[in-house]
C-alpha cells in the first residue's frame, strides 16, 4: 500500500494571508516526503477559497525544488480548460524540474461554476469530450511530432517542448466514478483515481468492482493502478471525543461544496456561505455519527482496520485527503499521527 497526499491552500476566514496558507501547504508537504508518502497531489480550482489553486504547476514546481524524494502530482487538471499541447508541454517541464518525478491525473470537471467562468458556458456534463481527446493526444506530443483534428481540438503538427525525462510514459491518471470512464482510463492504459465523497466503504467497494470490470472488458492491458482518495482525520485513543472535530469540520466543507455545487449564489470576493445546516438536518449523509462512520475518521487503530480492508480489495495508493475546513494546527497534529501510528502498520 502506498500512500500520498492530497492537499490545497483552503481559506476559511480573510484573516489568514494566502502567504500563510502556502507556507502551510509546504510544511504538510514536506512531513509527507519525511513521513514515506509516495506522492503529493494538488488539483485545480478557480475562482474559490476553499479549494486554491488555479494552477497545480507552480506550487508543483516550488515544491520540487524544496523536496528529493516525493513525486509530484497534478491530480486533476481540468481537460476543457486546457489546450493538449500545454498540458503537455507544461508536465513536462515539471518532469525535467523535478528529475522525472511527474506524474498528472486528468478529469472532465464537476462544477458548473468554473465552467460558466473557464470554458465560455459549456455545460459541465461536456467535460468528458475534451477528456477523452486529451489523454492520447498528450501522449503522442510526448513521443515527438503530431498533429490532430478531433471534435474539441484541432491543431497542425507540433511536439511537446521539452520532454518527458523519466524513463517511459510519465503515468497518467484519470479520475473515474462511472463504467465509461474506468473503462476509458484502463483501455488507455492509465490509473484510476477514484473518491467516494461522503458515501462509506460500500461506495469504495462499487468503485472497485467498476474497476475490475474494466480490467476484465480490457484483458490484454497490464493492469493500472487505483488509487482512493479520502478525507483523513485521525484523533488519539485518548480523546474518545476527538472525532466530532473532524466530523463537523467535513460537515462544513460539503455544505461549502454544496453551495458551490449549486451555483445559485453569487460568491463574493471568492467566498460563498456554506448550504445552512437545516438543509441537511434530515440527511443522513450529514449526521456526524455517519460522516464519522463513511470518511476516514477514527484512531490510528481503526483506520488501520480501514485501509487493510481496501489492501484486500486490491486498491494500490490511499491518499490522505487533508481538506476539511480544519485550521492548519489541527492538519498537522492528524497528519503527525497517521504518519506515526499508521504507516508503519503497512511497511
Not at 60 to 76: M, P, S
Not at 77 to 86: C, S, V, Y
Request: aromatic share 10%.
Amino acid at each position: 500500500m502506498k500512500f500520498s497526499l492530497f492537499v490545497h491552500m483552503e481559506r476559511w476566514d480573510e484573516q489568514v494571508s494566502h502567504r500563510q496558507l502556502f507556507e502551510d501547504l509546504t510544511e504538510l508537504t514536506l512531513m509527507a516526503e519525511d513521513g514515506g508518502f509516495s506522492t503529493v497531489w494538488i488539483g485545480e480550482h478557480h475562482a474559490m477559497e476553499y479549494t486554491i489553486s488555479p494552477s497545480p504547476m507552480p506550487l508543483l514546481a516550488y515544491l520540487a525544488a524544496r523536496t528529493e524524494k516525493i513525486r509530484l502530482g497534478a491530480g486533476t487538471i481540468i481537460a476543457p480548460f486546457w489546450n493538449p499541447i500545454r498540458v503537455a508541454g507544461e508536465c513536462a517541464l515539471l518532469d525535467v524540474i523535478s528529475n522525472g518525478r511527474m506524474e498528472v491525473g486528468l478529469a472532465r470537471g464537476a462544477y458548473q461554476f468554473e465552467f460558466d467562468r473557464m470554458a465560455n458556458g459549456m455545460p459541465a456534463t461536456d467535460g468528458g469530450k475534451a477528456l477523452r481527446e486529451m489523454v492520447p493526444v498528450v501522449r503522442e506530443l510526448w513521443k515527438g511530432d503530431y498533429a490532430f483534428e478531433g471534435e474539441v481540438y484541432k491543431f497542425p503538427l507540433s511536439t511537446s517542448v521539452p520532454k518527458p525525462v523519466q524513463n517511459g510514459m510519465p503515468p497518467m491518471w484519470i479520475a473515474a466514478r462511472d463504467p465509461d470512464s474506468h473503462n476509458f482510463a484502463v483501455k488507455n492504459g492509465c490509473n484510476v483515481m477514484v473518491t467516494p465523497l461522503m458515501k462509506g466503504d460500500e461506495e469504495v467497494l462499487d468503485l472497485r468492482n467498476k474497476f475490475q470490470a474494466a480490467l476484465d472488458n480490457n484483458p490484454d492491458v497490464p493492469r493500472p493502478q487505483l488509487m482512493v482518495l479520502r478525507h483523513t482525520h485521525v484523533h488519539s485513543a485518548d480523546e474518545p471525543d476527538g472525532w466530532k472535530i473532524g466530523a463537523q469540520a467535513i460537515a462544513r466543507f460539503y455544505r461549502t461544496f454544496d453551495a458551490w455545487f449549486g451555483n445559485k449564489q453569487v460568491p463574493v470576493n471568492g467566498f460563498l456561505e456554506p448550504s445552512p445546516e437545516s438543509k441537511f438536518a434530515e440527511v443522513p449523509a450529514f449526521a456526524l455519527e455517519n460522516i464519522r462512520k463513511n470518511t476516514m475518521i477514527g484512531t490510528p487503530a481503526e483506520i488501520i482496520a480501514r485501509i487493510k480492508y481496501y489492501q484486500e480489495l486490491g486498491v494500490d495508493e490511499f491518499s490522505f485527503w487533508c481538506d476539511n475546513s480544519l485550521p492548519h494546527a489541527e492538519k498537522k497534529k492528524s497528519l503527525e499521527l497517521f504518519i506515526k501510528e499508521v504507516v508503519p502498520a503497512f511497511n
